[in-house]
Nanobody, 118 residues
Framework: VQLQASGGGLVQAGGSLRLSCAASGRTFSSYDMGWFRQTPGKEREFVAA????????HYAESVKGRFTCSRDNTKNTVYLQMNSLKPEDTAVYYC????????????WGQGTQVTVSS
């Protein structure tokens, strides 16, 4: 599966952005999807994940209550709605796919930059 993330940009603290990740292929609905982020000099960190049918989501503690991960399998797209953004949310955001929960994410998108100004 090929992934294409979009929707990043520059926003003021307290603002919102919605990231999208479009997937190619006819088996999108069989993949668990995740969102990660990375800042220069730091390791990539987990942000959110959603199961293949969208029934279960998981979030990093730092984004709980502010970010919402969802998916539309009819559009082969996963979303990350980000509200109440903080300067520390500034990062390159990546979407990823894996076949089964508990396994490594095998497929990665190219990343989209999110910058939150104070």
């Amino acid at each position: 599966v090929q992934l294409q993330a979009s929707g990043g940009g520059l926003v003021q603290a307290g603002g919102s952005l919605r990231l999208s990740c479009a997937a190619s292929g006819r088996t999108f609905s069989s993949y668990d999807m995740g969102w990660f982020r990375q800042t220069p000099g730091k390791e990539r960190e987990f942000v959110a994940a959603i199961t293949s049918r969208g029934s279960i989501t998981h979030y990093a503690e730092s984004v709980k209550g502010r970010f919402t991960c969802s998916r539309d399998n009819t559009k082969n797209t996963v979303y990350l709605q980000m509200n109440s953004l903080k300067p520390e949310d500034t990062a390159v955001y990546y979407c990823a796919a894996r076949h089964f929960a508990g396994t490594a994410y095998n497929y990665w998108g190219q990343g989209t930059q999110v910058t939150v100004s104070s």
